[in-house]
């Protein structure tokens, strides 16, 4: 559940992993814990942070104070990044690839918090060799440097650019969102099965049905039981 740091800047943080490590000394063993955090605030902005401690809300503090040291910001086009990119670190090579509006983060739980934190809602990714999650995390920041906003290339080109590809796309991806007029809410399907049956089954009448009449008030007034003769 992320946590709300700061409510000028709105920066939130989200804790991707606390791990204990242990120390074998004379007298036993020493544990301490590490934690892994990511910052942002949900609107171009995100930095991630590793910090150690000899208890977890210590060093989840610690690593929070990192993150904020190394944010950085990330250009963006609508929900999606500008281009695909891909970044490596160590063993970790991670894809980040635009998506259309409503497609939603395709990613793990490491991916997907630095995605979220810097505001992206829509994108493809995939992961490619270790999955430790400082790793994921160091090689998705590698990536997220990469961008670059087509501005920004027509002017180290010395060209005029035109409209990208990505962005032709989230045109066409906008026109078919669902368009909700403000003040109104959407209304959930309503469920008619089994109303022609609120009698019951057929043949039985249901909880809400009419009782039925004893054998002694379904009898005329003038019909006798069998067996009985007429009294003279």
């Known amino acids: ?10 920066l939130e943080s989200h804790t991707v992993g606390v791990y ?5 000394v004379k007298g036993g063993r020493r544990f301490s814990f590490g934690a892994l955090v990511v910052v942002g605030n949900r609107n171009g ?8 401690a000899k208890e977890v809300p210590q060093a989840i503090e610690k690593a929070q ?3 904020r040291r190394n944010l950085i910001t990330i250009p963006r086009i609508g929900g999606t990044v500008n281009h695909e990119v891909e970044g490596t670190y160590s063993a970790s090579r991670v894809r980040i690839i635009p998506a259309s509006p409503g497609t939603g983060v395709v990613a793990g739980a490491t991916v997907r918090a630095v995605l979220e934190m810097a505001g992206i809602s829509d994108a493809l990714t995939k992961c490619y060799g270790s999955t430790n999650s400082r790793n994921v995390i ?16 027509a002017a180290l080109r010395g060209v005029n650019l035109e409209q990208t590809v990505i962005a032709v796309k989230i045109e066409r991806g906008k026109i078919n969102m669902p368009v909700v007029r403000s003040g109104e809410k959407a209304r959930g399907p309503v469920n008619t099965v089994g109303q ?4 019951g089954r057929a043949g039985r009448p249901g909880r809400g049905g009419p ?16 067996g009985e003769a007429p009294q003279a």
């Open 1 to 10: 559940m992320p946590e709300l740091l700061d409510e000028t800047t709105q």
């Open 20 to 24: 204990r490590t242990a120390a074998t």
């Open 45 to 52: 902005q995100v930095g991630y942070g590793y910090a150690k």
């Open 65 to 67: 104070k990192y993150a």
């Open 138 to 153: 160091k090689a998705v920041f590698a990536g997220l440097e990469q961008l670059r906003t087509p501005e920004s290339v």
């Open 196 to 199: 022609e049956r609120k009698g």
């Open 211 to 226: 009782r039925r009449r004893g054998a002694e008030e379904a009898q005329a007034p003038g019909d006798l039981p069998a």
